[in-house]
């Protein structure tokens, strides 16, 4: 799990992205969630994907609900702003929660949006404790994914609902590297979604929705191009995050699309009512 961390552990994020705003203009005593979407949700459809997802989750603002493998935040902060809930974010990276933790006192949202550096194999959370939970493009990065999924079930109330939205394997592999999540395969432990479905099943969940969002995958990943010399980053994007070859990174991603390598999942699971 080291080479994990170490992967999503830029220096001085916080600072980086400051840096990228105050260098696109914007005025820092009003940012919004909008002038941080292309450094903060960083999953294929961003800012899109946490909407759907939103209305997917149907989460109501008086729960209080888990993310896993927050990242940044972003959408940790955008579920909350957008449906008034409590939301605790955790993530392995110390870097990515420093951030996330200053962003969202940026934004003034720290009384309802907050942050822990932690395993999800390890939650730090009694059972039973949250209304609901997500997470968002981290399972391609954890191997013991029953050991994941038994952690959510476990802290999450009867009844409560897990969202994930996940990448995949599929028909065909190996895949190409580097991608977004991992800059080799000992870094990615992708697994078909009929197996992932299972695995979600042996943890305890019974699923109430599924649905293959891979089509949209690749079209929004269709115009990503072989990146050729040097590459000019705007001043704010998922580069700080993961490093600057994050073109070659999105083309592979295509060509894994492409190619029926990788698939993309999104599914409610419920922890039954005892
Ligand atoms: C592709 S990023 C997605 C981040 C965030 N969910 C988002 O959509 O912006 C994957 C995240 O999973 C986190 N992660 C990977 N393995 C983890 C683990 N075992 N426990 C907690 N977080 C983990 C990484 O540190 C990284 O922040």
New binding site residues.
Partial sequence: ?KH??SY?SPNDLYNKIIDGLNKIGTDLSAVTLEDLQPV????IRGDVATKELIKLAQFTPDMHIL??????G??TRRLSHETGCCVTG????DE?IDAAERLTQLLKMQERVKFHA????ALPFDDNTFDGAW????N???EDKLG?LKEVYRVLKPGGRAVLYEVCGHKNSPQYFPV??AQDSSMSFLVPPEPFRDIITAAGFKIEAWNDKTDLAQKAFANMAEPVGVQNLPELGVHLLVGNDIRTKAYNLRRNLDEERVSLIETVAVKPKL
């Fill in positions: 799990m994990i961390h999503y903060d949700e960083f999953h993310d896993v493998g927050c990242g940044a972003g959408s955790i993530d392995l990276s990515y932690a395993s999800a194999l997470s968002i493009q981290m391609m990065n954890v994941w977004p999540w």
